[in-house]
């Protein structure tokens, strides 16, 4: 009597868990792609984040390499609209060091990290994007420094 009240007891609860959608996300998290220019050109490297403007909960990002980036689904966005924020350095800065010996508050050497990409994209961003539950979640984004 007690092995099928056990069974019974592991059945509802696999029947239970099967009906929830044990270990589904309930945020509805969906991957996020894309890819970044900079004049025209894939970004070389930086970085990419989403922040909510909705009243959203998640936010997220990634690191952006010869123009592409990817979020998986674990690390995605929910369905919403979010601000784009892009941020990059620019090559040759951001290099600094202590001479040998120095102590922390001594002068560095080297060039301090320069942004590559304007405040309007950062800083500044009033660029969105909005996550679907429908439709892939890819996105391109055209950044323009130089005007023509």
């Not at 009240?5 to 044990?22: N, P, Q, S």
């Not at 890819?35 to 009243?55: H, R």
């Not at 010996?101 to 994007?129: C, Q, R, Y």
Request: proline fraction near 10%; charged fraction near 20%.
């Amino acid at each position: 009597m007690r092995l099928r009240g056990f069974l019974l007891m592991v059945w509802c609860l696999g029947a239970l868990a099967w009906i929830c959608g044990c270990g589904a996300d309930p945020l509805g998290r969906q991957p996020v792609s894309g890819k970044v220019t900079l004049d025209g050109a894939p970004l070389e490297k930086g970085s990419i984040g989403f922040q909510p403007v909705e009243g959203g909960i998640t936010s997220s990002g990634a690191v952006i390499a010869q123009g592409a980036y990817t979020i998986s689904r674990e690390k995605g966005l929910p369905p919403g609209k979010y601000r784009v924020v892009i941020n990059a350095i620019k090559p040759g800065t951001g290099q600094v060091e202590l001479p040998p010996g120095g102590m922390p508050g001594d002068e560095v050497e080297g060039k301090p990290a320069e942004e590559l990409i304007p405040p309007d994209w950062n800083t500044e961003s009033k660029h969105v994007v909005e996550v679907s539950s429908s439709a892939p979640a890819e996105f391109v984004h055209e950044i323009v420094t130089k005007q023509p």
